[in-house]
């Protein structure tokens, strides 16, 4: 046997070498392994020996952490995303290409279980998602019933990738235009209603002109150029009641300050005082308490209540009676106009404080009313977060009341009992003004 040191250093040189081997192998294999990782990362990989490994794998340190901060930011992304969705009032649904549902905003949602009519808007939904995805562009419009009665628009769009390719998903809105269709209808109504009240006096002024020419006779050229002044003084009106209506529709927020209900009233009496001499109406202001005050803006509340002091000597008989009365309490303050004249149909309560319309339209060609002036009580209370009531019985007279909130020196002493008038069946609110839950009803006797 040889000498055992120099067989020790044989073997210690193999083993040496088999190691080295083994780490040349796995260093390649790990290289390999990186550079697949890298091009699946879109990152280049890098060119070298045992250095090209070290650089690889700091390479590909920093892309997982760019990766990792990239996939960060895309749900950041996605929660801004939903939150703005869930934010439109339009209902949103959105499904893959498998037609399952991936999104819903909670406009949506409130139709998933819905009973009665509403329950139709989830299958309409469904099938023009299922037009969608086969490429095509669904709509329809649902009317339902209610109540309250309501118009939707359903519609359905497919869906594409990044690149345009299609066959990616479908998309449905939901939307309710109820509101815009009713604009609509009144905006229709109104051009309608407003080209029939010029169009009258203006084709009788046109008559009486052509009739005055060929006239020789002093005392019809008279009574003819006296009807020709009331026509037009009609169209004048008209203009004057629109333009007033527009500037108080336009000005939903007018500016704010106390006013004394006793000054309100004296400027509106002013107002009509010629249409007060003229049917010797007996008006009666005594009922105005010199403490109430209000706060609002005191152009559109002197018109408001010119407006009803008119209505009320237009609609009774001559040498009758109109009063009116004020209450208040540490909240609201009440104007009330009464009249003993014609009175309302009940049938026709709900609807005396829209634009044009008249209760009888043969006794306001008489009168002369343009059919505004309640239409500009109501905006005024609207205005004023207040409202606007009223109370009727036919052939017996009408009370309205204008509800207001109060100034503060209705605050500093509160009447006993002024808001207690005797129960009485509650007086209908008009359409469109606001509802003021929890506080003293304004009773209209």
């Given at each position: 046997m040889g000498n055992p040191w120099a067989v020790l250093a044989i073997a210690a040189t193999l083993a040496l070498a088999v190691v080295l081997l083994v780490t040349v192998r796995s260093q390649s294999s790990i290289r390999r392994r990186v550079d697949r990782t890298l091009a699946r990362l879109n990152v280049r990989p890098v060119e070298g020996g045992s250095r090209g490994l070290d650089q690889a794998l700091h390479r590909l340190e920093r892309a997982v952490e760019q990766a990792a901060a990239g996939s960060v930011s895309a749900g950041l992304h996605s929660g801004r995303?939903?939150?703005?969705?869930?934010?439109?009032?339009?209902?949103?649904?959105?499904?893959?290409?498998?037609?399952r549902e991936v999104y819903r905003n909670p406009a949506a949602a409130a139709y998933v279980g819905a009973r009665h009519t509403e329950a139709l808007v989830e299958q309409v939904v469904q099938e023009q998602l299922d037009v969608a995805l086969e490429g095509g562009h669904a709509h329809r419009e649902l009317d339902l019933l209610g109540p309250p009665r309501r118009m939707l628009v359903v519609r359905a769009e497919p869906l594409t990738g990044p690149d345009g390719e299609p066959g990616v998903g479908a998309l449905a809105l939901i939307e309710d235009v109820s509101e815009r269709r009713r604009l609509?209808?009144?905006?229709?109504?109104?051009?309608?209603?407003?080209?029939?009240?010029?169009?009258?006096?203006?084709?009788?002024?046109?008559l009486l002109g052509e009739t005055l020419v060929d006239e020789d006779d002093p005392g019809v050229v008279k009574r003819l150029a006296g009807r020709m002044t009331t026509e037009a003084f009609r169209v004048s009106r008209s203009i004057d009641d629109l333009l007033d209506l527009s500037r108080i529709e336009a000005d939903e927020?007018?500016?704010?300050?106390?006013?004394?209900v006793g000054l309100v009233v004296a400027d509106a009496v002013e107002r009509v005082r010629p249409i007060v001499e003229l049917r010797s109406i007996d008006l009666d202001t005594g009922g105005v308490s010199r403490r109430h005050?209000?706060?609002?803006?005191?152009?559109?509340?002197?018109?408001?209540?010119?407006n009803l002091l008119e209505n009320a000597c237009k609609y009774s008989d001559d040498g009758s009676r109109v009063e009116v009365r004020s209450r208040a309490d540490g909240t609201w303050a009440e104007i009330e106009v009464?009249?003993?004249?014609?009175?309302?149909?009940?049938?026709?309560?709900?609807?005396?404080?829209?634009?044009?319309?008249?209760?009888d339209r043969a006794r306001s060609r008489t009168t002369g009313g343009?059919?505004?002036?309640?239409?500009?009580?109501?905006?005024?209370?609207?205005?004023?977060?207040?409202?606007?009531?009223?109370?009727?019985?036919?052939?017996?007279?009408?009370?309205?009341?204008?509800?207001l909130p109060a100034g503060p020196a209705a605050m500093k002493r509160i009447e006993p009992g002024v808001l207690s008038a005797p129960a009485t069946p509650k007086a209908p609110t008009a359409p469109g003004t606001p509802g003021t839950p929890g506080t003293p009803e304004a009773e209209t006797g």
């Open positions: 995303l939903a939150s703005a969705l869930a934010a439109v009032p339009q209902g949103i649904v959105v499904c893959d290409i498998a037609g609509e209808a009144v905006r229709r109504d109104f051009v309608a209603n407003l080209s029939h009240e010029l169009k009258t006096p203006v084709g009788a002024l046109s927020t007018p500016q704010r300050e106390p006013l004394s005050t209000v706060r609002g803006d005191r152009r559109q509340l002197v018109s408001a209540l010119a009464g009249d003993h004249g014609i009175g309302i149909p009940r049938r026709d309560l709900e609807r005396v404080f829209e634009r044009f319309y008249r209760v343009t059919g505004l002036g309640l239409a500009i009580v109501r905006h005024v209370a609207h205005n004023h977060e207040g409202e606007v009531r009223v109370r009727s019985r036919e052939g017996e007279g009408s009370v309205f009341t204008l509800r």
